[in-house]
């Protein structure tokens, strides 16, 4: 079993910047591709960013790339989305993702570790 927990969702101006974090537990950290998912008022979850293990693969939504950025700190078993120039329909609840797969999956039915999420709010 994992558990994971994120923080660092709030509110900000369209064109701003904040950093999600989601420590996992329960499992070693390094066995575990982690995620992200967001997921926004009268839409369907969606895939934000995924990231392997030895960070090595990184996958990114199309939406998000080259404004969002994912990363991990194994020694202290967290994972980081850092968000930059952010839109008002990057406004969503956002839920980090754990499974042991070798590289991050895509599908929203992969992952069988969820976060509780935390909202984001981007104000235009």
């Known amino acids: 079993q994992v558990h994971v927990a994120e923080s660092g969702g709030g509110l900000v101006q369209a064109g701003g910047s904040l950093r999600l974090s989601c420590v996992a537990s329960?499992?070693?950290?390094?066995?575990?591709?982690m995620g992200w998912f967001r997921q926004a008022p009268g839409k369907e979850r969606e895939f934000v960013a995924g990231?392997?293990?030895?960070?090595?693969?990184?996958y990114y939504a199309d939406s998000v790339k080259g404004r969002f950025t994912i990363s991990r700190d194994n020694a202290k078993s967290t994972v980081y989305l850092q968000m930059n120039s952010l839109k008002p329909e990057d406004t969503a609840v956002y839920y980090c993702v754990a499974d042991a797969f070798n590289v991050p999956r895509t599908g929203l039915d992969e992952y069988d570790y969820w976060g509780q999420g935390t909202q984001v709010t981007v104000s235009s």
């Open positions: 329960g499992r070693t950290f390094n066995n575990l591709a």
């Open positions: 990231i392997s293990w030895n960070s090595i693969n990184t």
